[in-house]
């Protein structure tokens, strides 16, 4: 507990994050660095960007409201320290994200509407199910839920855009990837202090293991829709651009169809899912095919 407690205190959060990675940022990222241009004037590329960075913004939020929601019902006070480190990281990455949008050209005025228009269905309903286990004083199901399915998501999910991101738009890619380190904490904390919690509650098993393969199910619902609706590589092909040539685990994100984007980063997220959840003895459920 000795080590679990320094791994996770605030005073190492303070060192290895905003007096080291975050050092200088602003928003998250360089402050001489902006939004790729060809992003702000090409319209179909614009819209496109805003509703990714939407998503971005609804995970992020369910995030804030479960990590702070599950400081009051950690059983012990290292974890309650270390889930107020998390909170401020995710109101950090609310902000960041809702700062692209503006950065996108939305009006401080049409943020709620912008949201509303472009959340896509499947994804809340991803987070009700997390947030449900919270409002239900589930410290157990609530930690799975967020440090180990939402944020290996959240992780993979950033992993690849920074990838698809780094050469043609490094300001969102810098936004990325203080993020991504980030969420790499959090993943960690929930894999180092759920374990013992499973074994000492193992009556819990069924009930988490049924969460995950539910919000599973409602994830790979969101990466269907998400691959389905995106207009980018059509209009990048159309316009003559380029995309990068960069692999995310063996595959060419450059030639890769919306279809393989789609199925190489669901298969990786169920990887993780289940090496994970294996580590803190959860079996991993396979969830039905949206
Ligand atoms: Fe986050
Ligand atoms: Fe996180």
């Known amino acids: 507990m000795a080590d679990f407690l320094s791994a996770y205190s605030i005073q190492s959060w303070l060192e290895s994050c905003p007096q080291s990675y975050l050092e200088d940022t602003v928003y998250g990222h360089g402050a001489d660095e902006g939004e790729a241009e060809l992003v ?13 960075t939407v998503a971005l913004v609804v995970g992020e939020r369910c ?10 019902l950690a059983p012990d006070e290292g974890s309650k320290r270390f889930l107020a480190t998390q909170t401020l990281d995710e109101a950090r990455h609310v902000e960041i994200f809702t700062q692209r949008l503006f950065d996108l050209g939305v009006k401080k005025d049409n943020l709620e509407t912008t949201v509303q228009r472009y ?4 994804l809340i309903k991803f987070a009700e199910l997390l947030l449900e286990k919270i409002d239900n004083k589930d410290f157990v199901a609530g930690v799975v839920g967020q440090n180990i399915v939402l944020e290996g998501m959240a992780f993979s999910v950033f992993e690849m855009m ?37 074994q000492e ?3 819990k098993k069924p009930e988490v293991e049924k969460m995950q393969k539910e919000m599973s199910y409602w ?3 969101t990466f269907s829709d998400a691959f389905k609706q995106t207009q980018a590589i059509d209009e990048l092909d159309r316009i ?9 685990h063996g595959t060419d994100l450059g030639l890769a169809s919306p279809e393989e984007m789609e199925a190489v980063l669901a298969d990786t997220v169920l990887k993780e899912f289940k090496t994970r959840l294996g580590r803190i003895g959860l079996d991993y459920q396979t969830p039905s095919r949206p």
């Open 119 to 122: 959340a896509n269905p499947n």
């Open 40 to 52: 702000i004037e090409n319209e179909v590329l614009r819209e496109d960007s805003i509703r990714t």
């Open 240 to 248: 003559g651009e380029q995309r990068s040539h960069a692999r995310f």
């Open 219 to 221: 994830m790979l619902a």
């Open 63 to 72: 995030a804030l409201s479960a990590s702070s929601g599950l400081i009051n």
């Open 162 to 198: 920074h990838t698809a991101n780094a050469e043609m738009n490094p300001k969102f890619a810098h936004t990325l990837s203080g993020t991504i380190a980030d969420e790499r904490r959090h993943v960690g904390f929930g894999e180092n202090r759920i374990g013992s919690l499973i």
């Open 201 to 203: 509650h193992p009556e």
